[in-house]
C-alpha cells in the first residue's frame, strides 16, 4: 500500500470522524476493495455501516433494487446505474452517505462500453452525484484507480460542505 493510498484513506477516516456522519458503499466494478480501503484504519466501526457487492446485473437488482428498466435501458455500466446504487445502498443501509462505483475493468468490451470506462456516484441526504472516468491501465491498476477516485470524489464533496 503506497503512502499516497494511507494519506487518502485517513484523510477520509478524519472527515467522516470529525463530521461525526456515517458511510455505506456499494460496489460492481470494485469488488469489495472501496470497503476494505475504508475499514483498514482502526476506529472504522464508528463511521462504516455497510458495504454490498453487487456484481452481477441480477444482485444490482435482487438485493440493491435497482431498478429492472434502469439496467435494461441504460445497462450495468452507466451513470444512471450508479447513481441508483449509491441511493439505494444509502437507504438500505440507514447512512448519511454512500458511495457507489460500476464499470468495465477490461480486458474486454462489456455491453458495448469500452474497457476502463468507470462510474463513481455518491449519495447523501442532499443528493446524488456522478462522476465518469477513462482509465487506462490493467483489471487490478483500473480497480486501486477507481476506489481511490472514489475516496477522493468524497473528500472534495464533503470539504464543501
Known amino acids: 500500500m503506497t503512502q499516497e493510498t494511507l494519506d487518502i484513506i485517513g484523510r477520509v ?10 458511510i455505506s458503499v ?16 482502526p476506529g472504522s466501526s464508528a ?7 453487487v456484481y452481477s446485473e441480477e444482485a444490482k437488482n435482487r438485493i440493491l433494487g435497482v431498478s429492472s428498466d434502469t439496467l435494461i435501458r441504460c445497462g450495468m455500466v452507466s451513470a444512471e446505474t450508479a447513481i441508483e446504487m449509491a441511493e439505494r445502498a444509502r437507504v438500505l443501509a440507514g447512512t448519511d452517505y454512500s458511495i ?4 468495465n475493468l477490461g480486458p474486454d468490451v462489456l455491453e458495448g462500453k469500452e474497457r476502463g470506462l468507470i ?6 441526504k442532499s443528493g446524488s452525484i ?4 477513462r482509465l487506462d491501465g490493467d483489471r487490478q491498476a483500473n480497480r486501486k484507480t477507481a476506489c481511490l477516485r472514489a475516496l477522493e470524489l468524497f473528500i472534495e464533496e464533503l470539504e464543501a460542505v
Open 13 to 22: 477516516h478524519q472527515i467522516l470522524t470529525k463530521k461525526g456522519i456515517s
Open 26 to 41: 456499494a460496489e460492481s466494478c470494485t469488488g469489495g476493495m472501496l470497503s476494505h480501503l475504508l475499514t483498514l484504519l
Open 47 to 53: 463511521f462504516f455501516a455497510a458495504g454490498f457487492v
Open 100 to 103: 457507489a462505483t460500476t464499470g
Open 119 to 124: 462510474y463513481v456516484a455518491m449519495s447523501g
Open 130 to 133: 456522478v462522476q465518469k472516468f
